[in-house]
């Protein structure tokens, strides 16, 4: 259940018409962007952890030379 | 002391536009008042102005004009010509669009959001767009959708779509269509492959058949939430999406048009001194210049100081205008289309929403060279009728007289019978003396044309 002020008037109600349709497109695409911003975040983090081993792999083998 | 409420200024309930005393105000409504003290204490106000895209204006203690709902009012500055979104090239409305986005971008960061997206709300100020209203923000509550989406896709995403990928003629569907164009008529318009593009499938085709699937269906909107992080990604999509549209005009039929033209170099030279010294005499206020192609002799006013407007019907000319105006920084030049046989109407509510040119008139000066052939030869517009309009729209002419001789004239004949006997130039003087002055004419150098300075009587 949301609990922001926009569902229960405590801001003024929008003077144009959002449109249901519009609002339930705007949600999909929400979900489906919300989600590939995820994915791209998270492949973001894992490539800085594999990149962060190897370079410490890296410098440990240089050290032992 | 009298007020008279802007006519096109009643949708939004948190204020209105006003006239007093030859100044524009803003009544600031009670209910919108929380929402303004944000805007102006958040420093959200501040930096859109600072950057140009917000319009400036200042807090005034004047008497209400409607003193039971009132806050406060502002004095915004004032936009020197008002321009509408099917008189504007691609390129404007495709800036008019990035500059609406952007805007929505920097209010999230002050946790606000536009509440509308009007393009009417977008004006040209100094050559660049600018937001001029002010009470388009409200405070942004993490969850709420975007309740301007639909009117973004509308009046900006849809008709440049379809210039992109149909014909820029279609932009005159919002001369039709004053909420935007309808996405269903979009979606049937595009091509089939734009099936294929993600960002028009989804804010325009899928976006038509949702709004037709619930069109007569209850649903309880209230159950759905966009995260801040996805509001921000259908911003960023949207702006992609405007960013890929591009028009490159294949058929100029004026912009090539200096490159086509029956007269000398020194003729042409000649032409654009006797101009800038009519200018120099009438010292104008305002020009409105019609028929001005490409803006070349827009530009010997704008280049003065003088707020121009350069109408022209042809979109690839005025959209090379306009580039030439971002590239050159140009601050006093607007390049339009307009079709001076059918210009703009009133249109919306009471037919007095969008004001149609002539009310936006009269301005000080208009410049009409080589134009009056073209309105009698090719639309069959008499010289009267021609005096008739000029003289309601400007106190001052600069007038070219192109006679039949003239190559250009001849050319135009060249596929129609010549039924115009009356069209010589004693006819021409003598019909614009009925509301003229004709103060000064020359002659220009190296051709048969002849240019006049007129004064409204």
């Given at each position: 259940?949301?609990?922001?002020?926009?569902y229960?008037?405590?801001?003024?109600?929008?003077?144009?018409?959002?449109?249901?349709?519009?609002?339930?497109?705007?949600?999909?695409?929400?979900?489906?962007?919300?989600?590939?911003?995820?994915?791209?975040?998270?492949?973001?983090?894992?490539?800085?952890?594999?990149?962060?081993?190897?370079?410490?792999?890296?410098?440990q083998?240089?050290?032992?030379? | 002391?009298t007020?008279?409420?802007n006519?096109?200024?009643?949708?939004?309930?948190?204020?209105?536009?006003?006239?007093q005393?030859?100044?524009?105000?803003?009544?600031v409504?009670?209910?919108?008042?929380?929402?303004?003290?944000h805007?102006?204490?958040?420093?959200?106000?501040?930096a859109?102005?600072?950057?140009?895209?917000?319009?400036?204006?200042?807090?005034?203690?004047?008497?209400?004009?409607?003193?039971?709902?009132?806050?406060?009012?502002?004095?915004?500055?004032?936009?020197?010509?008002?321009?509408?979104?099917?008189?504007?090239c691609?390129?404007?409305?495709?800036?008019?669009?990035?500059?609406?986005?952007?805007i929505?971008?920097i209010?999230?960061?002050?946790?606000?959001?536009?509440?509308?997206?009007?393009a009417?709300?977008?004006?040209?100020?100094?050559?660049r767009?600018v937001?001029?209203?002010?009470?388009?923000?409200?405070k942004?509550?993490?969850g709420?959708?975007?309740?301007?989406?639909?009117q973004?896709?509308?009046?900006?995403?849809?008709?440049?779509?379809?210039?992109?990928?149909?014909?820029?003629?279609?932009?005159?569907?919002?001369?039709?269509?004053?909420?935007g164009?309808?996405?269903?008529?979009?979606?049937?318009?595009?091509p089939?492959?734009?099936y294929?593009?993600?960002?028009?499938l989804?804010?325009?085709?899928?976006?038509?058949?949702?709004?037709?699937?619930?069109?007569?269906?209850?649903?309880?909107?209230?159950?759905?939430?966009?995260?801040?992080?996805?509001?921000?990604?259908?911003?960023?999509?949207?702006?992609?999406?405007?960013?890929?549209?591009?028009?490159?005009?294949?058929?100029?039929?004026?912009?090539?048009?200096?490159?086509?033209?029956?007269?000398?170099?020194?003729?042409?030279?000649?032409?654009k001194?006797?101009?800038?010294?009519?200018?120099?005499?009438?010292?104008?206020?305002?020009?409105?210049?019609?028929?001005?192609?490409?803006?070349?002799f827009?530009?010997?006013?704008?280049?003065?100081?003088?707020?121009?407007?350069?109408?022209?019907?042809?979109?690839?000319?005025?959209?090379?205008?306009?580039?030439?105006?971002v590239?050159?920084?140009?601050?006093?030049?607007?390049?339009?289309?307009?079709?001076l046989t059918?210009?703009s109407?009133?249109?919306?509510?009471?037919?007095?929403?969008?004001?149609?040119?002539?009310?936006?008139?009269p301005?000080?000066c208009?410049?009409?060279?080589?134009?009056?052939?073209?309105?009698?030869?090719?639309?069959?517009?008499?010289f009267?009728?021609?005096a008739e309009?000029?003289?309601?729209?400007?106190?001052?002419?600069?007038?070219?007289?192109?006679?039949?001789?003239d190559?250009?004239v001849?050319?135009?004949?060249?596929?129609?019978?010549?039924?115009?006997?009356?069209y010589?130039?004693?006819c021409?003087?003598?019909?614009?003396?009925?509301y003229?002055?004709?103060?000064?004419?020359?002659?220009?150098r190296d051709?048969?044309?002849?240019?006049?300075?007129?004064?409204?009587?």
């Amino acid at each position: 259940m949301p609990f922001h002020p926009y569902y229960y008037g405590l801001t003024p109600p929008a003077y144009i018409d959002p449109g249901t349709g519009s609002l339930m497109i705007q949600v999909l695409i929400a979900v489906l962007i919300g989600g590939l911003v995820s994915a791209k975040i998270f492949w973001g983090r894992i490539k800085t952890f594999f990149k962060g081993l190897f370079s410490r792999r890296s410098k440990q083998i240089k050290d032992d030379d | 002391m009298t007020s008279r409420v802007n006519s096109g200024s009643f949708r939004d309930p948190s204020g209105f536009l006003f006239w007093q005393d030859g100044s524009l105000y803003r009544q600031v409504n009670t209910t919108y008042r929380d929402n303004y003290e944000h805007l102006m204490k958040s420093g959200l106000y501040e930096a859109l102005t600072t950057d140009g895209l917000l319009i400036p204006h200042e807090e005034v203690d004047i008497e209400f004009p409607q003193p039971d709902l009132a806050s406060n009012v502002i004095r915004p500055e004032l936009i020197p010509f008002i321009s509408y979104p099917y008189e504007w090239c691609f390129s404007q409305l495709k800036d008019a669009a990035l500059t609406t986005l952007r805007i929505q971008k920097i209010c999230l960061d002050f946790g606000m959001s536009l509440k509308d997206c009007s393009a009417y709300n977008i004006q040209f100020r100094k050559g660049r767009p600018v937001l001029i209203d002010t009470l388009s923000f409200e405070k942004y509550h993490e969850g709420q959708p975007w309740v301007a989406y639909r009117q973004f896709c509308q009046h900006f995403l849809a008709p440049l779509a379809l210039t992109s990928y149909r014909d820029t003629r279609l932009n005159q569907l919002l001369r039709i269509y004053i909420d935007g164009i309808p996405l269903d008529l979009a979606s049937s318009l595009l091509p089939f492959h734009t099936y294929l593009i993600f960002s028009l499938l989804s804010h325009i085709h899928l976006h038509a058949r949702s709004q037709k699937r619930f069109a007569s269906k209850t649903v309880d909107t209230t159950r759905y939430e966009v995260s801040r992080l996805s509001f921000l990604g259908i911003v960023d999509s949207l702006e992609s999406a405007i960013r890929k549209q591009k028009w490159q005009p294949h058929s100029m039929e004026w912009a090539d048009y200096y490159q086509d033209t029956n007269y000398s170099s020194d003729a042409f030279v000649h032409k654009k001194q006797i101009v800038a010294e009519f200018i120099d005499k009438i010292d104008p206020g305002s020009i409105w210049d019609l028929g001005a192609n490409v803006g070349v002799f827009s530009r010997i006013a704008s280049d003065k100081g003088i707020p121009t407007v350069s109408f022209d019907i042809d979109s690839a000319a005025v959209e090379n205008s306009y580039l030439e105006c971002v590239r050159r920084e140009e601050t006093n030049i607007l390049p339009l289309v307009l079709d001076l046989t059918n210009p703009s109407p009133g249109i919306g509510w009471g037919n007095e929403e969008r004001l149609s040119l002539a009310e936006r008139g009269p301005t000080d000066c208009v410049l009409a060279l080589a134009l009056v052939h073209h309105l009698v030869v090719s639309n069959n517009v008499p010289f009267n009728r021609i005096a008739e309009f000029l003289g309601d729209i400007c106190r001052s002419l600069i007038i070219e007289f192109v006679p039949k001789s003239d190559s250009q004239v001849q050319r135009l004949l060249a596929t129609r019978e010549d039924i115009f006997p009356d069209y010589t130039q004693q006819c021409f003087e003598n019909e614009f003396k009925k509301y003229f002055r004709i103060e000064s004419s020359a002659g220009i150098r190296d051709s048969q044309r002849t240019l006049y300075l007129m004064r409204k009587r």
